[in-house]
């Protein structure tokens, strides 16, 4: 029973040291990017599509801070969706938004309209047939640009 204990004891031992090994590694990776020059940075960050973007963004407090603060990395994806919002875009840098809550506000939207838009639910044929997960909450301005584009259709 004695080697047992020993054993057991022995196997948290090693845990220990090699969580603090990782520990300290991962420590050591962090504390290298982070003495990489703040253009270095953004420069990579500006890499980065929307869903990378906001993956890096949840890694740690620092590159958190850094995406969420700088408007920059946001405005060409917020570029990209007004190809499908463009109104929806314009009114939001009227009243002022940072590029990132205007795409936090118009990035699922623009989805489901360029799908509307397209053609993707044209030949429905009740509401039980579309999609509930994906549907998004549309003003009226939009639901007449899918009306005229059902029309010429």
């Known amino acids: 029973?004695?080697?047992?204990?020993?054993?057991?004891?022995?196997?948290?031992?090693?845990?220990?040291?090699?969580?603090?090994?990782?520990?300290?590694?991962k420590k050591a990776s962090q504390s290298n990017f982070e003495l990489l020059p703040p253009e270095?940075?953004?420069?990579?960050?500006?890499?980065?599509?929307?869903?990378?973007?906001?993956?890096?963004?949840?890694t740690c407090r620092s590159w958190n801070?850094?995406?969420?603060?700088?408007?920059?990395?946001?405005?060409?994806?917020?570029?990209?969706?007004?190809?499908?919002?463009?109104r929806e875009i314009d009114d939001d840098v009227e009243s002022g938004f940072s590029w990132r809550v205007i795409l936090l506000r118009n990035y699922q939207k623009s989805k489901v309209k360029h799908e509307w838009l397209r053609g993707r639910y044209s030949n429905i044929s009740s509401p039980i047939s579309l999609p509930e997960k994906i549907m998004y909450p549309m003003d009226a301005d939009t639901w007449g640009e899918i009306l005229e584009a059902e029309l010429e259709r």
């Open 1 to 25: 029973m004695q080697k047992n204990s020993k054993r057991s004891n022995n196997s948290r031992v090693c845990d220990v040291e090699l969580n603090s090994v990782d520990a300290e590694k």
């Open 40 to 58: 270095v940075i953004l420069k990579i960050f500006r890499q980065l599509d929307i869903q990378s973007l906001c993956r890096a963004s949840v």
């Open 65 to 86: 801070h850094t995406i969420r603060n700088c408007d920059s990395l946001w405005k060409p994806h917020c570029l990209t969706v007004r190809a499908v919002c463009q």
